[in-house]
């Protein structure tokens, strides 16, 4: 399948935004100004939707063929690109955006052209799928695992190095009351929030390497 | 084959000199008259690549390289100028934040000298003994001043530890330092196994000239980048210039305690940072102890690969050496770090302080430490950023150089990796303290001997 490799989708979407050269600020203007504002990391609104590794939307205004001979050619629009790598499902997926952050994709989306909104679901996955471009070979950073197990596990390597760096060499007793203490309170933590730069614990704080 | 015109090339880009004793001059070029006049000067008697016959090894030498503001300086054009690559033109102060120069190691607390961008040259003495030094060292400054073409700023003395009246390949911490450097083609020396590229088959074979010296393909095939005029590029090469303190009584204190912790005891748990032995035995080769005849031999004292040693067992995989030069350790037989080699060149400065007196950390005392290639940016840069002060190539987090690398909180631990043997244990070295510190630094580029010509003759014609 050239959108997904293993659980991993690789969703890459292009969305005609609107030409209408009566109004002051265009419709890619407006979204250029309203992407730059989004808030990032654990606030960004994508963080909601929890299967996303990583996503990026970027404004296309034109390709540009560098060359020569010089040629004039064009795109028939702008478009709005959403790429996004997720853990899942594309229908499971959307159906998340739309019930999870339902404003932000309409604040987006509305600039472009034929956008349905959100409201109907069903509507909205269909719009979606017909701006759907195959991906074909997509590099996905991430092993092949949900958000929140790829979050807990970092969150295992620092808490357990940790672990490590300050019980080494205890008597063998002491070392397994010590991990099964450590153990319980691993359990319990809660995982990591999606988008964090910084997975931090008591004694020792790692950044995240993404 | 690529042929090398050897009397084109600084020396001091062909080969270390194995001279026990260094002057780097510093200086601020003042006029470019008179500074093209000292240029011209000094490439009369600039040390070139030439060979030296059995005997005839001179009794010092002199080699010359030039940051981007002295080149400004000297007047070069403003279409040459601008054709030099943004790191150099830049200089190493300006790229801190991507060399983690930053804390202890900001720039703003380097000596005084690099506080500003008045380092446009850097003239390098080298010789046998102090006198020799001394004297080659006058005769460049009375050069100077008779040209009228630069100011001494500063003079940084280095020099080869001496033990028992003879000096040593060992640096301040008591390591053996300077084994090999990368081969590349076109310089007249056997290759020596372990220092050059691996082959698909698993031999060693030397890298593209291009690799180091601008105007020879490299290892993708291509020229390097160069300036224009083509000819001020060619058979010349970049340098980072590093001045670097070492806390020798930290290092000391925490390979003390660390190893009464480590099973393996102080002297392995030293071998386990730097991934040799103090005495220069590779660890990956001789993981259980030091041994003198490996040192010795050529064929095998940099003969080795990580590729059947994963797991970090005899070398770890966060060890210096293996940080500096992973070999295979990254697959794809070594294909991965061909790109990313650097020429090393360098010496310790200071006293050195006998294992057995006590040291202190606040005396004057470090190396120089010189990278030379034909990118800074994807040869030094790179491997400051990616393999020193950060650990993600080889799946170690945040991790950084145990030795060299700037710890803060979060990233001072080191993992020596161990077996179920309980005298190879595994181990973290944990808290690890700022073992060195940055005092200062620069981006230089050694002209040829033709270069340097053009530069003295106000010549340089990038049209």
Redesign the interface.
């Known amino acids: 399948m050239p959108n997904q490799s293993g659980n991993m989708y690789g969703l890459t979407i292009l969305s005609p935004i609107i030409d209408d050269q009566t109004i002051r600020i265009s419709h890619d203007s407006a979204l250029r100004i309203y992407l730059k504002k989004l808030p990032r990391h654990e606030d960004g609104p994508f963080a909601k939707v929890s299967a996303t590794h990583l996503c990026r939307l970027v404004v296309m205004d034109d390709v540009v063929f560098v060359g020569a001979p010089a040629k004039q050619e064009h795109l028939n629009s702008k478009y709005l690109v959403f790429s996004s790598n997720f853990y899942g499902d594309l229908d499971a997926y959307l159906a998340d955006m739309a019930a999870k952050i339902p404003d932000v994709v309409n604040d987006i989306w509305s600039h472009c052209v034929g956008y349905p909104g959100v409201r109907d679901p069903k509507a909205f996955a269909t719009y979606m799928k017909k701006c759907q471009i195959e991906t074909t070979f997509f590099f996905a950073a991430v092993n092949d695992r949900t958000v929140e197990q790829t979050l807990r596990a970092l969150q295992n390597k620092v808490e357990f190095a940790a672990f490590v760096e300050e019980n080494q060499g205890k008597p063998a007793a002491e070392l397994q009351a010590a991990f099964s203490t450590f153990w319980q309170r691993l359990e319990q933590l809660p995982p990591p929030r999606a988008g964090a730069r910084e997975l931090t614990r008591a004694s020792v704080s790692e950044k995240a390497s993404w | 084959m690529v042929k090398l015109n050897p009397f084109d090339i600084q020396g001091f880009v062909a080969r270390g000199y194995n001279l026990p004793k260094a002057n780097f001059l510093l200086a601020e070029i003042l006029d470019a008259d008179a500074g093209r006049h000292l240029v011209q000067r000094v490439a009369g008697q600039v040390t070139t690549a030439e060979r030296w016959e059995q005997g005839k090894k001179p009794l010092s030498t002199l080699n010359i390289a030039f940051t981007w503001q002295g080149f400004v300086k000297l007047g070069l054009p403003d279409a040459t100028l601008i054709s030099f690559p943004v790191e150099f033109c830049q200089g190493m102060r300006l790229r801190n934040r991507i060399l983690g120069d930053v804390g202890k190691n900001d720039p703003k607390y380097w000596d005084p000298v690099w506080q500003d961008d008045k380092v446009h040259v850097w003239l390098a003495i080298n010789a046998i003994n102090p006198d020799e030094l001394a004297k080659r060292t006058a005769e460049v400054c009375r050069l100077m001043e008779e040209t009228g073409g630069a100011r001494l700023l500063a003079t940084q003395s280095a020099s080869s530890v001496y033990i028992d009246g003879k000096p040593t390949p060992k640096e301040h911490f008591g390591f053996t330092d300077g084994f090999g450097n990368p081969d590349f083609e076109g310089v007249e020396r056997d290759t020596i196994p372990g220092q050059g590229k691996l082959t698909p088959d698993g031999k060693w074979a030397p890298l593209a000239t291009g690799e180091f010296i601008l105007g020879y393909p490299d290892e993708s095939q291509e020229l390097p980048a160069c300036p224009v005029p083509y000819l001020l590029g060619i058979n010349g090469t970049y340098m980072a210039y590093r001045k670097i303190h070492q806390n020798v009584a930290t290092f000391r204190k925490y390979l003390e305690e660390k190893g009464k912790?480590y099973a393996g005891g102080k002297e392995k748990l030293a071998a386990k940072l730097a991934g040799r032995w103090r005495d220069g035995t590779p660890v990956e080769l001789s993981p259980d102890q030091p041994d003198p005849a490996l040192v010795k031999d050529q064929q095998r004292n940099t003969n080795f690969t990580y590729g059947n040693d994963a797991g970090g067992v005899r070398c770890p995989v966060g060890g210096h050496i293996r940080r500096m030069n992973p070999r295979d350790a990254f697959g794809f037989n070594g294909a991965l770090v061909n790109r990313r080699r650097i020429m090393r060149r360098g010496l310790p400065y200071g006293e050195y302080t006998p294992e057995d007196q006590p040291a202190r950390d606040e005396d004057d005392h470090g190396i120089v430490f010189m990278a030379l290639g034909a990118s800074l940016f994807r040869q030094f840069e790179f491997v400051q950023q990616q393999w020193v002060e950060y650990g993600?190539d080889a799946h170690l987090?945040?991790d950084k150089d145990p030795l060299v690398g700037r710890h803060d909180?979060?990233?001072n631990?080191h993992?020596v990796q161990g077996t179920a043997d309980p005298a190879n244990a595994p181990?973290?070295c944990?808290n690890l303290p700022q073992f060195v510190e940055m005092r200062g630094g620069g981006y230089f580029f050694l002209p040829s001997l033709t270069a340097l010509r053009l530069i003295g003759d106000g010549s340089v014609d990038p049209r």
């Open positions: 912790e993600n987090g945040n909180e979060g990233s631990k993992i181990f973290i944990r």
